[in-house]
């Protein structure tokens, strides 16, 4: 081995020109081809079913700028760092490129002041290290090409005032940004808007603190230790009111048949949110990182609320197979929503995943990495490092880019292959993560461990004139790092947990003259893509180690081979090329779709707001399956100690109308129920009531003739016997057979055959109708049902004082209550006043509204509006009605 490691080496060292005219060829056609089909698609045009306005609005976090505010002057703009390549998506939707209008949506960033020696805009900037930047560590600083340049940092400065003056010049200078059409979201509480319109801008890192706290750390399957959970009630309603702004400021530029693309994890719920407010609405969500599996997820305290956000899109894409496998599986798992290989069936309709794997604008690498000027810095460097092989690695210094991994596999390589020890260089450049999280390392652990594995290996490997290892942390100009890529013999990337890694697609461009090989960790997103570089797992040091070795002695005619392949993915498969894939497909499941219509789930912010400004209210619930679950044997349906509380805090406001409308009989409701002062009931769908502050109940139905019974028994009592374990509930008004107890297939069976029996004998001859249940058929006459009992409690109620009720709630969970939903949505009430809501499984189409999953979320939204949930999941609807974090939750519990 250390004869072919000693042949190889110059191989490695030198650059190979072989096979460039072919790639030269592949370069010319690959992404022209994919301008070319994009630029001549007429969205609107080729798809008039959907109404599309051919307008895009792109939600992110950021935009795309780092913003510097001068009182008074246009703001400071510098290019933000990272996320690269979904920037340059947004350049080209709002090129002339694309035949879509396109608006980028996203927050400020931290505004930072600026000094009075502010370098003037027209100032180029400096090109290597940025001298505001902190240092990683006592032992590891950045490193300033320029010896007069020192590091220092700015903290942005608590209770920063912006003037209204200064927010409208901000947003004309984004507005007319040369790299597209830009909208800032401002960030702050309500209470910090003076009547002027200025704003306070107050720890501005607040808004990031839940997502890069909770969500990235358990997205790439790391766990915090235990807390008291009051850190993370404040930050979910951060979050909660994050979100919430950004779909306030989307609302207010939307048209009708626009397409909304929102990117990321600090945007989970903005789906939803969107969908809540315009059900119609074309939303497409990407997730540019990891999506863990159910094990790691249920350990999020927020799952249902982040699964439930994403899902009020119509398509969700991800970076690799796996991620999207593990989202389905979580919507199965933890909501209970069937799923399958297209998607997700999620509140009536189907929710398409999709695997996106992202690119980045080849040609525009292409042509920076090989500027006649970048050649002489790649001369250089292969003149500093000459006779050695050069391995390069570019990452960001946080626990998931795996930097001590690499560098432990490169110490094992040394010691395992030792003809390389003077003859190969590790050129490790890592900058400062952006992740809040990340940057809090307790005791900087990750940099000190990086410092002292570099300073381990350079011990034991190096000499006084040559270090194997070469650590940089610092940042590196766009000249540099290229040209350090185009210099490299092999890149080597370890990551643990990855989403996409934009530094294998741009060494492979780099690469296109010498063909360098790409040792990619299989724990990368882009793994799954590039399917020609040699794949590692970080954490078998030998393997990498071998790898490395074998990627150095490789022959020029592999590495040729090999690159050819990579870098006609990479070029075909470009950012460019990924954007109208991601368009295409939504438009695909839109048009596949255009007669379904979600029922999106319940707005509690909305529910929370109506409430509190109606003088006169009033509450429709049905019992089984709404306030408490199903069970086997409906007599041990009884209600929990929480729904009697709630129940009875909610009755004992004398501005509320509160009724229990249900097919279950008086005695049931009476035994259970009938002591909550206040309460109003309708039993057996609508046959008897009994209003609040009575104990008589009155028989609505006395008056029919009830003879239709005696028969029904009769072919109840023959069913009863061929299905063991059924049996027959007997009402006054209504008869029903149950069969949950018996076998599912058999009960299911004979049920079918009996419902046919019914309406061919006694549904014709009588004037009843046979429904069917949740494993029950139910026999009652046609002309009681809870439609009516509806009518005439909004008739009633609003009789007292000359006018309808200004807030009505109806929730229940099955056919019968679909007559609820039906009558209140026919009635005169202002419709923003009434709330119908489903509950239940997520596919069922309803007539209802809204949606709830389980009867635990109607106690859960009740108990919102009468204050008594403790429940921090409820901090982010207060905090969107209250306009800032409440100092205490539903139920006067203290927050800090």
């Known amino acids: 081995m250390p004869d072919t490691a000693q042949g190889a080496a110059p191989e490695a060292v030198g650059a190979s020109q072989s096979g460039k005219d072919l790639l030269d060829n592949i370069s010319s056609g690959g992404g022209h081809a994919q301008r070319e089909s994009i630029s001549d698609l007429d969205p609107k045009t080729a798809n008039p079913s959907l109404g599309l306005s051919g307008g895009i609005i792109s939600a992110t976090f950021c935009v795309p700028h780092s913003l510097q505010y001068r009182k008074g002057q246009d703001w400071g703009l510098s290019s933000r760092r990272g996320t690269s390549a979904l920037f340059d998506s947004f350049t080209h939707l709002a090129s002339k490129d694309s035949p879509w209008n396109h608006t980028l949506v996203g927050w400020t960033g931290e505004v930072v002041p600026t000094p009075e020696n502010f370098t003037p805009p027209d100032t180029p900037p400096a090109t290597t290290t940025i001298s505001r930047l902190p240092p990683l560590n006592k032992s590891s600083a950045p490193i300033p090409l320029d010896e007069n340049v020192k590091s220092s940092q700015e903290t942005p400065i608590e209770g920063l005032w912006i003037s209204k003056e200064d927010q409208t010049r901000l947003e004309k200078q984004l507005s007319q940004d040369k790299a597209g059409r830009t909208i800032p979201v401002w960030l702050s509480d309500d209470s910090d808007t003076a009547q002027d319109g200025a704003i306070c801008l107050k720890d501005q890192a607040r808004w990031r603190r839940y997502a890069e706290h909770e969500l990235y750390t358990l997205f790439h399957y790391k766990q915090h230790e235990p807390t008291d959970g009051r850190a993370e009630r404040e930050s979910w309603a951060d979050y909660y009111l994050l979100n919430q702004k950004f779909a306030k400021k989307i609302l207010e530029i939307y048209k009708p048949g626009d397409i909304v693309m929102i990117h990321d994890y600090h945007l989970l719920l903005l789906p939803l949110m969107l969908r809540q407010r315009i059900k119609h609405m074309n939303i497409a969500f990407y997730l540019h990182i990891p999506f863990p599996s159910s094990e790691f997820l249920r350990c999020l305290p927020r799952r249902k609320d982040i699964l439930e956000g994403v899902l009020g899109a119509n398509l969700v894409g991800f970076q690799s197979f796996s991620y999207s496998r593990h989202f389905t599986s979580c919507c199965s798992r933890i909501l209970g929503f069937d799923s399958d290989k297209i998607g997700v069936d999620a509140y009536g309709a189907k929710v398409t995943v999709g695997v996106f794997p992202i690119g980045i604008d080849a040609a525009l690498i292409e042509k920076q990495a090989f500027h006649s000027h970048i050649d002489q810095q790649v001369i250089d460097l292969r003149q500093m490092y000459e006779g050695k092989a050069i ?424 056919f019968t209550d679909e007559d609820m939903f039906r009558a209140l949505n026919g009635s005169a009430l202002e419709p923003e006043h009434v709330f119908t809501v489903t509950v239940g499984a997520s596919s069922k189409n309803t007539l209802a509204h809204w949606h709830l999953l389980e009867p635990a979320d109607v106690i859960s939204s009740v108990s919102l509006l009468n204050g008594e949930d403790t429940s921090f999941a409820d901090l982010g609807p207060l905090s969107v009605v209250d306009g800032k974090i409440p100092e205490t939750a539903p139920g006067g519990i203290i927050l800090d």
């Not at 952006?434 to 594995?453: C, F, H, M, R, T």
């Not at 290892?469 to 947990?497: G, K, M, N």
């Not at 299989?522 to 180690?545: Q, R, Y």
């Open 391 to 814: 391995i390069v690695g570019r990452d960001r210094l946080d626990s998931v880019r795996g930097v001590a991994q690499k560098l432990m596999a490169f110490e094992r390589f040394l010691d395992e292959y030792p003809e390389w020890r003077d003859r190969a260089v590790l050129i490790q450049v890592t900058s400062p993560t952006s992740v809040e999280e990340e940057q809090e390392d307790s005791g900087n652990k990750i940099a000190n461990k990086v410092s002292e594995l570099v300073a381990k290996i350079n011990g034991v490997y190096g000499s006084l004139s040559f270090s194997p290892v070469q650590h940089y942390p610092q940042y590196l100009s766009q000249d540099e790092y290229l040209a350090l890529l185009r210099a490299a013999d092999v890149a080597l990337i370890t990551s643990v947990r990855d989403g996409m890694n934009t530094t294998s697609l741009e060494y492979v461009v780099c690469q296109k003259v010498d063909h360098g090989p790409l040792i990619l960790s299989e724990f990368s997103g882009t793994a799954g893509s590039l399917k020609d570089a040699i794949h590692i797992n970080p954490w078998d040091l030998s393997d990498v180690a071998l790898q490395l070795n074998n990627a150095l002695c490789m022959s020029t005619a592999h590495k040729i081979s090999m690159h050819m392949s990579l870098y006609h993915h990479v070029t075909t498969r470009s950012v460019q090329y990924w954007s109208a894939n991601l368009i295409k497909r939504l438009i695909r499941v839109l048009s596949s779709r255009t007669s379904i219509i979600s029922t999106p789930l319940l707005d509690r912010s909305a529910l929370l707001s109506t409430y509190r400004a109606a003088h006169k209210r009033l509450f429709m619930f049905d019992y089984d399956g709404t306030l408490t679950p199903i069970v086997g044997d409906p007599n041990a349906a009884i209600p929990s100690a929480r729904v009697i509380s709630t129940l009875r805090t909610l009755a004992s406001d004398p501005q509320n109308a509160v009724w229990i409308i249900s097919g279950r009989d008086q005695e049931f409701l009476t035994q259970y129920l009938g002591d909550i002062p206040g309460l109003g009931f309708s039993a057996e769908h609508g046959s008897f009531m009994r209003h609040p502050g009575s104990t008589e109940w009155e028989n609505l139905a006395e008056i029919y003739d009830m003879g239709w019974q005696k028969e029904t028994m009769e072919v109840f009592q023959k069913y009863t016997e061929l299905t063991p374990g059924s049996f027959i509930e007997r009402k006054r008004c209504a008869l029903t057979w149950h069969y949950r107890p018996s076998d599912p297939e058999l009960g299911a069976k004979n049920a079918r055959e009996c419902q046919r029996e019914m309406e061919k004998t006694i549904g014709k001859k009588w004037e009843v109708e046979v429904m069917e249940g949740k494993a029950n058929l139910e026999v009652r006459p046609t002309f009681i049902n809870k439609g009516e009992i509806a009518k005439k409690l909004v008739l009633n109620y609003g009789q007292e004082v000359g006018q309808p009720p200004e807030f009505v709630l109806c929730l229940g969970d099955d």
